[in-house]
Nanobody, 122 residues
């Protein structure tokens, strides 16, 4: 029922910034909690950040806390991930996901975007 499309990835130097966007289809975006996940080569898919339906509650992985900010604009059916002070270890494919309940585990989400590559050079 939900289609998600990520954008904003790219190649940046360490210390730089990127802003990822995830555009959702439909008019029920506000019914879903949203999450950002990433998967680096040889690593499991891990939660980066999550945000509740209204944006009132957020979660961040310890590895990105203080550097990344998740936000959403329900009027635009879009969730964002502002990434500052990027590190080489942030290099991964980043995915947005939607779920009725949300959480920090991939299996708690029902819909996924195609992913966008973020590469941070040292």
């Amino acid at each position: 029922q939900v289609q998600l499309v990520e954008s904003g990835g790219g190649l940046v130097q360490a210390g730089g910034s990127l802003r990822l966007s995830c555009a959702a289809s439909g008019r029920t975006f506000s019914s879903y909690a949203m999450g950002w996940f990433r998967q680096a080569p040889g690593k499991e898919r891990e939660s980066v950040a999550a945000i509740s339906r209204t944006g009132g509650t957020t979660y961040y992985a310890d590895s990105v806390k203080g550097r990344f900010t998740i936000s959403r604009d329900n009027a635009k059916n879009t969730v964002y991930l502002q990434m500052n002070s990027l590190k080489p270890e942030d290099t991964a494919v980043y995915y947005c996901a939607a779920g009725y309940y949300g959480g920090v585990r991939p299996n708690e989400y029902s819909y996924w975007g195609q992913g966008t590559q973020v590469t941070v050079s040292s």
